[in-house]
């Protein structure tokens, strides 16, 4: 029996076990759709037009298959299709969802919290920029070069003025640059990443903390990528550093549906003091009148959200637990050794340069050349090459002054570079490092093969 089939079994037992504990109402007829398995049959031919996410020979882009509990508890939950506004609507994984949360602040050292699951990253950091805002009065918002985009974006929306901070030489936050800012404008919230989209790098969370001893403002952790890794025993011990220090931080954002084995959207945002509750307080004349108890709506700007997504998640966390030294963790650990484990072959390469020793699980690379122009041309050129040799890589704009201490680049034509960049976020991706490196080698040997 494959995989599929085993996994459809079992799904077809706990359907089974929801359709028992509703046997008391009468049964609903319906008429079986013959065009059914014809719309799916098409649905699936169309889904082909993708390059393989789930495969250990995509390591682009953060996408990362959910766990097989998570697909299956979704497709379970979906059978009622709980919403979670409000407990008439979806009582049961509205508990589920509380129950996550409650793990998830555990995980990094909150005894007290508000919180709840969101669409997404940029919902969850949306919340904590949003709570930011009303606490403070009118002061702008920090982040450094490097963080999401969408923290500029969040920022004009909510109507706060909104300020890069520099990055240093390791692609983190600038924290000379930060307390420049801080003696000169009026910051209500400064924006620290655990884990950049682009390159990984973790912001210095525990040196802007101590700045908050001498200049007033809220601390927001976007851990969106990397806020899992707290659970890992193989971090330098800087990045340790700074991940222990989020128990000081007022807010944190991070995303199961990137390293929690959850699929798209599934985000999580935490405040430290339940006391912001207030700032979320509104009335509605018919959903929260099931119990005293407060809703998850009356704690979220999203209203309606998908039960299904705690059912997911919370599977996934019986199943793995989130604590150190458990089969999660170590999964994360695995990807991180991959990441290690490329690295140290591009820099055995004369044609690689890797611009960052991976703090997480994401490598980044320029290709030698004459100019920066040059170079970019040929990361394109490489990177369809190592598809035709089925290894699915990502392209990424950096800047000159991350790249040019590499010497890969002789006349910097242009003010930034585009570079290859690999995640290894898969568990899988360790076992299969030596076939993508050979598989990279052949790319090599067709891309930058010398002429007759």
């Given at each position: ?219 927001h952790v976007d851990a969106a990528y990397g806020g899992y890794f707290t659970l890992t025993n193989n971090l330098e011990a800087a990045t340790c550093r700074h991940f222990e220090s989020v128990t000081e ?39 929260y009148y099931t119990s005293e108890e407060m809703h998850l709506g009356e704690i979220s700007l999203e209203c309606s959200r998908a039960g299904a997504a705690a059912a997911a998640l919370w599977a996934t ?136």
């Amino acid at each position: 029996m494959s995989a599929t089939s085993r996994e459809l079994e079992i799904l077809n037992a706990a359907f089974q076990r929801i359709h028992a504990g509703f046997e008391a109402f009468p049964a609903i007829t319906s008429q079986p759709d013959n065009e059914l398995s014809d719309v799916l049959l098409r649905l699936a031919e169309r889904l082909t037009d993708n390059d393989p996410y789930h495969h250990p020979l995509y390591c682009g882009q953060m996408l990362k298959p959910p766990h097989p509990v998570a697909r299956l508890a979704y497709s379970l939950a979906m059978w009622l299709n709980p919403n979670n506004h409000a407990l008439d609507g979806g009582r049961a994984t509205s508990r589920l969802e509380r129950e996550c949360v409650s793990d998830i602040a555990n995980m990094i050292g909150w005894d007290t919290h508000l919180g709840h699951l969101c669409g997404g990253g940029t919902m969850a950091n949306f919340e904590g920029l949003w709570v930011a805002r009303e606490c403070g009065d009118g002061g702008a918002i920090l982040a450094s070069q490097q963080a999401h985009y969408t923290h500029q974006r969040l920022s004009a929306v909510l109507g706060v003025p909104f300020h890069a901070i520099p990055i240093n030489a390791r692609g983190q936050m600038d924290v000379d640059q930060l307390e420049s800012i801080l003696q000169r404008e009026h910051v209500d919230t400064v924006v620290v990443t655990l884990g950049t989209t682009a390159v990984g790098a973790v912001d210095p969370l525990a040196d802007v903390l101590a700045l908050r001893h001498k200049y007033s403002f809220r601390v927001h952790v976007d851990a969106a990528y990397g806020g899992y890794f707290t659970l890992t025993n193989n971090l330098e011990a800087a990045t340790c550093r700074h991940f222990e220090s989020v128990t000081e931080a007022d807010s944190f954002a991070i995303d199961p549906h990137k390293h929690g084995l959850q699929p798209y959207g599934c985000g999580c945002i935490l405040f430290r003091d339940p006391q912001v509750a207030r700032h979320y307080l509104h009335d509605s004349p018919y959903t929260y009148y099931t119990s005293e108890e407060m809703h998850l709506g009356e704690i979220s700007l999203e209203c309606s959200r998908a039960g299904a997504a705690a059912a997911a998640l919370w599977a996934t966390m019986q199943h793995l637990p989130l604590e150190r030294e458990g089969e999660f963790a170590k999964g994360l650990e695995s990807g991180r050794r991959a990441a290690l484990g490329l690295h140290a072959w591009l820099t055995s390469q004369e044609l690689f340069h890797p611009l960052l020793q991976p703090e997480l699980d994401i490598v980044v690379w320029a290709v030698e050349a004459a100019s920066a122009s040059e170079s970019s041309r040929r990361a394109r050129q490489f990177f369809e090459a190592a598809q035709q040799e089925q290894v699915y890589l990502a392209l990424a704009t950096m800047p000159r002054h991350l790249v040019e201490p590499l010497n890969a680049i002789t006349n910097w034509d242009a003010p930034t570079v585009t570079c290859l960049r690999s995640t290894m976020m898969k568990p899988e991706h360790e076992e299969w490092l030596p076939e993508i490196i050979e598989r990279l080698e052949r790319a090599m040997a067709t891309t930058f093969a010398e002429p007759d």
